[in-house]
């Protein structure tokens, strides 16, 4: 096989980092519209404003967690690695969605207590899916 074609190859770790990144997102999505019904908001009749809530925080973690290597074989296998380079990704990719928040590229800005609740329930919920599936899917 030439070195072009086996670079371009697909393999099963390769799907098994996209899978991991596709249920990364929709945890994400499900925490940022969970808050916004726990607030009254409708996303189902705003849903513009559900996605410019949510966008910042995924634009911020398409950047920073690949950089934390989240998607590195190593992390995926380990849970307490995992945990530690998930744990630095989203705190990264919080802080890039509450920058982009609170621009004018984004309506809404942020209350005082909200990188506080979006950090934490962040670290909870991918932290422990993520300790989760390293254990399930270990050796």
Do not use: K
Not at 12 to 18: A, K, Y
Not at 50 to 70: D, H, M, N, S, Y
Not at 116 to 122: A, E, H, I, K, W
């Amino acid at each position: 096989m030439l070195e072009t074609e086996r670079a371009l190859e697909v393999g099963p770790r390769c799907r098994e980092s996209v899978l991991v990144g596709v249920v990364d997102v929709g945890l994400l999505a499900g925490l940022i519209l969970f808050g916004q019904l726990s607030h009254g908001l409708n996303p189902i009749a705003e849903p513009i404003g559900a996605l410019e809530t949510i966008l910042p925080f995924l634009i911020g973690w398409i950047i920073a967690a690949p950089l934390a290597g989240v998607y590195a074989q190593a992390a995926l296998a380990s849970p307490w690695l995992g945990a530690r380079v998930t744990a630095v990704g989203w705190l990264a990719a919080a802080n890039v969605g509450f920058v982009l928040r609170s621009s004018p590229a984004f309506e809404g800005g942020i209350a005082w207590a909200f990188p506080l609740v979006m950090s934490g329930f962040g670290l909870i919920v991918l932290v422990g899916w993520r300790i989760g599936y390293a254990t399930a899917a270990g050796d």
